[in-house]
C-alpha cells in the first residue's frame, strides 16, 4: 500500500475555487482503480493550506493515476491556485518493509 499526502498552499482568492474543483471530483478520485481511501484536510491554523490523504494499492496504481485524464483535469485546474509550491509525499506503512 501506498499512501499519498498532498500539502497544498492555496491563495486566499482561490481556496473556493478548489473546493469545488475537489467536490465536483472527489468521487472519481475515490473510484479511480487501486484508490482505497480519500480524504481531504485543512491546517488547523492556516486555513489556506489543505492536504490530501489517499490510500493506494500500489506505486503502478498512484502512476496510472498521475498519468490520466482525471488527474490531467483537476491538477491542471488546481495548480493555478496555489500560493506556494505543493509538496507530495508517497509513504508505505512501516511495518510493510520489515
Known amino acids: 500500500m501506498i499512501i499519498r499526502i498532498v500539502r497544498m498552499h492555496f491563495s486566499e482568492s482561490g481556496i473556493d ?3 469545488s474543483v475537489f467536490n465536483q471530483h472527489q468521487a ?8 482505497s481511501y480519500l480524504q481531504l484536510l485543512t491546517d488547523a491554523s492556516d486555513r ?3 492536504f490530501t490523504l489517499s490510500h493506494w ?4 496504481s498512484l502512476e496510472n493515476y498521475r ?10 485546474r488546481v495548480k ?3 500560493a506556494e509550491r505543493s509538496q ?7 511495518l510493510e518493509i520489515l
Do not use: M
Request: aromatic share 18%.
Open 17 to 19: 475555487e478548489f473546493l
Open 28 to 35: 472519481a478520485i475515490r473510484n479511480f482503480p487501486g484508490c
Open 48 to 50: 489556506s493550506v489543505f
Open 57 to 60: 494499492d500500489s506505486e503502478v
Open 67 to 76: 498519468k490520466s485524464e482525471l488527474f490531467n483535469q483537476v491538477w491542471g
Open 80 to 82: 493555478t491556485l496555489f
Open 88 to 94: 507530495a509525499h508517497s509513504l508505505v506503512p512501516y
